[in-house]
């Protein structure tokens, strides 16, 4: 091999290397500026199975990506937004919408001059990167456009290389003896660089150059199909079992599309042919890489649900978390993230809420479901359950941890203020309900007290208090879940719990009166009467960032979010 030969690979190996690059720049600028676009998509368009590949279809086109796009379902699936049966859809139809970055390579990439193209992409998304102010969305779109530009840049290396190579290097010695040989090498390429559209942009470039025939180019363009499916199971690792079953029927859907169309290859040739009968190889890559996704689309359309209930058959045994959420997501989608972060909130909520109630020994479902009235609850429940309280506490922090950690981790995929804003909120819901907790468990051992005392103004103190929080409770709860009449009254139930504050000062006096009451338990009234405001107020304020956050909309305004 020559110096020639040795800078003609290197210029090709730097091109696919700034293919990659421009790729994986325009993912992320997409996603960043179209995840709320994505996720509002997909929801509505989950219904039925048709609409579920037709929106994988149309997100994958937009995002250049299958990957990125099955990603995103196994997030959207794993934050509980979609089913398992929605995500199978957006991953068959994902399949087909990366045929049209081929297209696009073919038709564009081959068929012009694309330099001048490629740097005017480059030229105007970089100034307007730079002019645009960070929080304006558009920079996102400048920056996309960089990317696409870069991805051109790096067709156009790649294509001048190999047809460099092809005309002073003979590859006849390196060819394989069988078309297995190319897709065993399109599946090994893509797993390695983590893009179908790479390794098939790469063929066409060797195709173009007249490096390879059309039937290995087929046979890679194959096998890098199936190579995409571990991005998938690199994705689904430690996630939900859904989230597992969602990269199976991704795996099984490729591989078995992946099989028959290499038994078929010479069959599938010849519809390519008849199609489009006529065309350079370039393009007939692009259709022939199209028309045996369609098929194997059709093929397993009527066995969606099929599938689907018996991928349920496996990946029972979870891995314990304490999460329900947030672990199956990507800090890197900022709207599935965020709707992640409100579903592990509500989760945080419902911990703490049943660790208040049990705290004063009351049957959580009694007050959230069954909607006893108070006053016969603290007469049935009138002894202590006894259980570990401790436990429950530690529960609580360690979701409270991880949910702070996530926040922190998907706070820096973004320069985006709105996106910070919201994750501002959702720390201080997640600490209001913290110091909720802390409340409760600040008071634990002085309610053990309360329940041994003997006389009656220290019993009747023990009621007031048991009767707040369980109030607190009950309120807080019924305003959370959508009672508008709670929502509306919350801010009253407040100001009733501070005027039963003052009344309970008036129990401190008369328990200062008996003389068999200690001065030690006149100071734990005074330190309990604190805790329960405090504990109210918290479960106040948790409600308002809830409200503010739950409410959506595209943007706060710097007024909003500091009154939050």
């Known amino acids: 091999m020559n110096i020639e030969s040795v800078k003609l690979f290197i210029e090709a190996f730097s091109g696919l290397g700034l293919f990659l690059f421009g790729m994986i720049y325009l993912e ?59 995500a199978i859809g957006i991953i068959f139809g994902a399949n087909i919408g990366t045929t049209v970055t ?41 920056h996309a456009m960089v990317g696409f530009g870069l991805i051109f ?25 069988h078309i297995y040989w190319y897709a065993l090498l399109g599946f090994a390429i893509t797993a390695v660089i983590q893009s179908s559209s790479a390794s098939i942009a790469i063929i066409q470039s060797a195709l173009f150059a007249h490096m390879v025939g059309f039937e290995a180019a087929a046979a890679f363009v194959v096998g890098a199909n199936i190579g995409t499916t571990v991005t998938a199971i690199l994705g689904a690792i430690g996630g939900s079992p859904d989230k597992k079953r969602a990269a199976m029927a991704h795996f099984l859907f490729n591989v078995s599309t992946g099989l028959v169309a290499l038994a078929a290859i010479s069959w599938l040739i010849t519809l390519t042919d008849m199609v489009m009968p006529g065309v350079d190889d370039v393009i007939r890559i692009a259709l022939f890489h199209t028309i045996f996704n369609l098929l194997g689309v059709l093929l ?67 007050v959230l479901m069954e909607n006893m009235p108070i006053d016969k609850l603290l007469d049935t429940y009138d002894e202590k359950i006894g259980l570990s309280y401790g436990r429950q506490y530690a529960h609580i922090r360690h979701i409270e941890g991880e949910i702070l950690r996530f926040i922190a981790e998907a706070s820096v995929q973004t320069g985006d203020e709105v996106w910070r804003r919201k994750l501002q909120m959702a720390a201080k819901a997640t600490t209001y309900q913290a110091t909720a907790a802390k409340a409760i468990k600040d008071m634990l051992h002085d309610l053990d007290l309360w329940y041994e005392a003997e006389t009656i103004e220290e019993k009747e103190f023990l009621r007031n208090i048991r009767y707040q929080i369980i109030r607190s409770v009950q309120a807080f709860h019924r305003a959370y879940t959508g009672d508008d009449k709670a929502a509306e009254e919350i801010e009253n139930i407040y100001k009733r719990v501070a005027l039963s504050y003052q009344n309970s000062m008036e129990l401190i006096a008369d328990i200062v009166k008996n003389r068999k009451v200690s001065s030690e338990m006149v100071t734990i009234a005074i330190n309990d009467l604190h805790l329960s405001k405090s504990f109210t107020k918290s479960l106040r304020n948790t409600l308002r960032q809830m409200e503010i956050l739950q409410a959506g909309g595209g943007s706060l305004s710097k007024d909003t979010a500091a009154a939050a």
Do not use: C
Request: aromatic fraction near 12%.
């Open 28 to 86: 992320s600028q997409i996603r960043l500026s179209a995840g709320r676009m994505f996720k509002r998509l997909v929801r509505w368009m989950t219904s039925t199975p048709l609409r579920s590949i037709f929106a994988g279809f149309l997100t994958t086109a937009v995002f250049q990506s299958s990957s990125v796009v099955t990603l995103m379902a196994l997030s959207l699936i794993g934050a509980g937004l979609i089913g398992l049966d929605s």
């Open 102 to 142: 081929a297209w696009i390579v073919g038709i564009v990439g081959f068929k012009m001059d694309i330099k001048l193209i490629a740097y005017m992409f480059v030229g105007i998304g970089g100034l307007g990167g730079v002019l645009l102010s960070e929080e304006s969305r558009w920079r996102n779109i400048m």
């Open 153 to 177: 840049m790096g067709l156009e290396g790649m294509k001048e290389s190999f047809s460099g190579v092809a005309s002073s290097f003979s590859l006849e010695q390196y060819r394989f003896d």
């Open 300 to 366: 397993w359309y009527p066995f969606i649900g099929v599938l689907a209930e018996w991928l349920k058959r496996f990946f029972k045994h979870e891995k314990p978390y304490f999460t329900k959420y947030i672990h199956n997501v990507s800090p890197r989608i900022p709207d599935v993230a965020l709707a992640a972060i409100v579903n592990e909130i509500g989760h945080l909520i419902e911990e703490v809420e049943n660790f208040s109630l049990l705290a004063v020994n009351v049957p959580p479902a009694k």
